[in-house]
């Protein structure tokens, strides 16, 4: 039997960003393992290589030096065109701010990654997106009727469409209060546990970092802890 291949393998890695004279040394060498169906966190105070390290992985950015495989395919060697259709294709992305649009139902926000490209059944995997979060009793809605946790969950269900093999979350919860935060949390860790989903999410609190299974810490562009969670908290706890 094959074995099971890392979803993200990443050794080595370094991001350099040349500014005038000025060379900023992002990361300095970061190595990184996540198995399929792992849910982890990545820490770290402003300025530690988070966001340099997460479009790395999103294929939004390519590495200077080291190397990157994703799924067993080698990112570094790939183009513009080839890293854009890794990235639809594999990818999800949520955002601290949904960027959903304000003029388009639920229903079509979550198409919308469907537009381009095979258009098979898009309406009937967009519907299985919401109902993947408890949404679908509010496809028909406009942004501005749906609650901030809802508005993210058709964020995730947008991720969701298109069967990415990772999700990436950048401060899912950055702009929700303590229950919108508890409901979205839950969301993700139904998708982690019930159907294997491989999540990455960055976020400043430890609270949040808690309901992961991994905890991985940067400073300074380097890894300098990466450690299980002894005790996962479980979301959707409260009354
Ligand atoms: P974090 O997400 O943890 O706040 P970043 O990855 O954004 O950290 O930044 C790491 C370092 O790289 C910082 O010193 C930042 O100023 C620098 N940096 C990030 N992106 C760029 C860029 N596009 N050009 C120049 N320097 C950058």
């Known amino acids: 039997m094959q074995q099971a291949m890392p979803v ?7 991001k350099t960003y040349q500014m ?5 040394n992002a990361l300095q060498g970061v190595s990184l393992t996540v198995e399929r169906g792992e849910m982890l966190a990545v820490m770290g ?7 340099t390290m997460m479009n790395i992985i999103g294929c939004l950015d390519v590495p200077t030096s080291g190397q990157y495989l994703l799924e067993g395919e080698d990112v570094r060697a790939m183009n513009d065109n080839q890293l854009a259709s890794i990235r639809q294709g594999k990818i999800g992305f949520v955002f601290q701010t949904y960027n959903l649009l304000q003029r388009a139902t639920a229903l ?3 198409e919308m990654p469907l537009m381009y490209g095979n258009g098979h059944n898009r309406r009937a995997r967009a519907l299985e997106a919401l109902e993947r979060v408890g949404l679908a009793h509010r496809a028909r809605h406009m942004p501005t009727e749906l609650s901030g946790g809802e508005q993210q969950r058709v964020g995730i269900a947008r991720a969701l469409v298109k069967e990415p093999s990772i999700l990436l979350a950048d401060e899912p919860t950055g702009n929700l209060d303590t ?4 409901e979205i949390l839950s969301v993700i860790q139904d998708l982690n546990r019930n ?15 808690q309901h ?9 562009g380097l890894v300098v802890d ?10 959707g706890q409260h009354a």
């Open 212 to 220: 992961t299974r991994r905890v991985v810490s940067f400073r300074d």
């Open 8 to 14: 993200i393998s990443i050794q080595h890695v370094t």
């Open 226 to 235: 990466d450690a299980p969670v002894a005790q996962p908290l479980l979301a």
């Open 108 to 110: 079509a926000n979550v």
């Open 179 to 182: 229950r919108s935060s508890d």
């Open 20 to 24: 005038g004279h000025v060379r900023v």
């Open 195 to 209: 159907e294997g989903l491989t999540i990455v999410l960055v976020t400043h609190e430890t609270d949040i970092a």
């Open 45 to 51: 105070p402003s300025g530690s290589g988070k966001s």
